[in-house]
């Protein structure tokens, strides 16, 4: 039996380059040796699994770091244009993977739909100034989260829909905030309970510049509308149709500035 043939420092260095990049069979061709002479040298090597060396990060994984089912990220590719793209990394293997800095350019187009909350820093690598501003939103926007449209009203939220009322001095916005409810679903209730009384109207008064300004700012740093609202003293409701009215469009829920050419 022959003597197994010594590998060259060139060797190494093509195997450790190459491995999760090409194939293991066409890195195996290159350096004329056996696919099982290649995995074996590689893990002598301590490279481990081929899909930790790719430059990027697969859907599965980022999937799991933004705590993100696999099939939604899948569906940003699909229909919201990540720009992801398969790879052979082992054998016939093929996954979806994307880099990190494509990721983060399409983030910051969409960052709408993303809930930075989720993400622990750094975990995607070094973040740009924008992420820290969106994940601050994210974490405040729990506090705005109404309960599912569907869920049934109990007697004691009902008995504080009607105590609030009978006040004369709650606007449906806070009324909602109270109740963690829609004020849509606020007011669907007051009419199944057949309520005559109600909430105190917000002021109306037309937007001013900078109220326009603060609100596309808001907006654009991925704010909700409950918390624009709030901090504009104006319902959501209001605080979105004046966003329809900027030229705002929604797409799955989520806000997109129509162009004008």
Partial sequence: MGQARKWTQEELNFLQE????????????????SVNAVMIKAQRLGLGDPLTHIDGIT???LSQQLNTHYGIVKNWINKYGMP???????????????SYLDFWKWAEQNKQMLDFSRLERLALGPEPEWVEVKRRADQIKKFHVPKPHNTPWSKDEDAKLIWMLNQHKYTYP??????KRSQGAVKRRKLDLNLKARPVQLPKHKYTKEEERLLVELL?????????AS?????????????????????NGVPYLEKVN
């Fill in 18 to 33: 190459s491995w999760g990049v090409l194939k293991r069979s066409t890195i195996a061709k290159k350096l004329a040796r």
């Fill in 59 to 61: 859907i599965s994984q």
């Fill in 84 to 98: 992801a793209r398969q790879k052979t990394v082992a054998c016939e293997m093929k996954v979806w993977i994307i």
């Fill in 174 to 179: 806070e009324i909602a905030k109270e109740l």
């Fill in 220 to 228: 654009e740093k991925g704010y909700c509308f409950e918390e624009i």
């Fill in 231 to 251: 901090r504009m003293n104006r319902s959501a409701l209001g605080v979105r149709g004046k966003a329809e009215r900027l030229g705002y469009k929604f797409k």
